[in-house]
């Protein structure tokens, strides 16, 4: 049995997978804020519940907002601040007395696309999550590519490709830089462009409905929004070119996007020709918690 964790900011989530995939148990609770140790205690009693209630003990993995640091061994670039600088590996060891494997959630969620999801027996998954901030998680033959520094899939504060005039220097990111892609293809990055073009305070969902309703101002900030989606994807596929293109974040429920990206990736390859499928999260939400359980695959 292979239990998964998804730390979240707002709510963390347990589940246990049979080893062909099905959801045995789930649970959630809402994330302790600002309180490291009530947070590690509280993965830790979700297990043991879960344990219980199932009556047999399991692989645990954990996936959260940032990555272990290989040069400190201490968390970093987590957006749940408090969990900046502490060892959560260890410290998850020592409270269920048992190896723990922490993962970065974008990369939970490529493996569990590649595992059983949109990608499915695809060598190279790559996973963009487009909610609200932007970034992006890699898969290789069903396992996390974390890399040396554990930033692999850091793709959120690379800079927006082949950009036009009027999109430098781009808006200013919480990171200190401007132009970020997460700027312009987060959610927050859409619905900060179309306000700043019209004057209309709305979230991305309001917008896409007004798009669908005819309205041409949503319709150009969806066009914008594409092509900018359109480069920064292109710019991944002409370094790692994956076999599977998978979306997972709130935007990717914008159906629209499976039919139009693709064109809108295809000028910026480098190739005669562009096949790779684009596809929806088959495990949307559960994604993370799923992939953090497949951590354990032998
Ligand atoms: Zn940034």
Partial sequence: MRIGVDWGGTKIEAIALSDAGAALVRKRIATPQHDYDACVAAVARLVVEIEATLGRTGTVGVGIPGAI???????????????????????????????????????????????????????????????????????????????????????????????????????????????????????????????????????????????????PDARRTYDLFLGRLGRGVAHVVNILDPDVIVLGGGLSDIDELYADLPARIAPFVFSDAFETPVRKSRHGPSSGVRGAAWLWTE
């Avoid at 040069?71 to 970093?76: D, E, H, I, R, S």
């Avoid at 900046?84 to 993962?103: I, K, Q, S, T, Y």
């Fill in 69 to 215: 640091s290989p040069a400190t061994g201490l968390v970093k670039n987590a957006n749940s601040i408090w969990l900046n600088g502490r060892p959560l590996d260890a410290d998850l060891e020592r409270a269920l007395g048992r190896p723990v494997r922490v993962e970065n959630d974008a990369n939970c969620l490529a493996v569990s696309e590649a595992v059983d999801g949109a990608g499915t027996g695809a060598a190279v998954v790559w996973a963009a999550v487009l909610g609200t901030g932007a970034g992006s998680g890699l898969a290789v033959q069903g396992r996390a590519l974390a890399g040396r520094h554990r930033i692999a899939g850091e793709w959120g504060h690379n800079p927006l490709p082949w950009p036009g005039d009027d999109e430098r220097p781009g808006p200013r990111c919480y990171c200190g830089r401007r132009g970020c892609l997460e700027t312009f293809v987060s959610g927050t990055g859409l619905a900060a462009d179309h306000q700043r073009r019209t004057g209309q305070a709305l979230d991305a969902e309001a917008i896409m409905s007004r798009m669908r309703a005819g309205d």
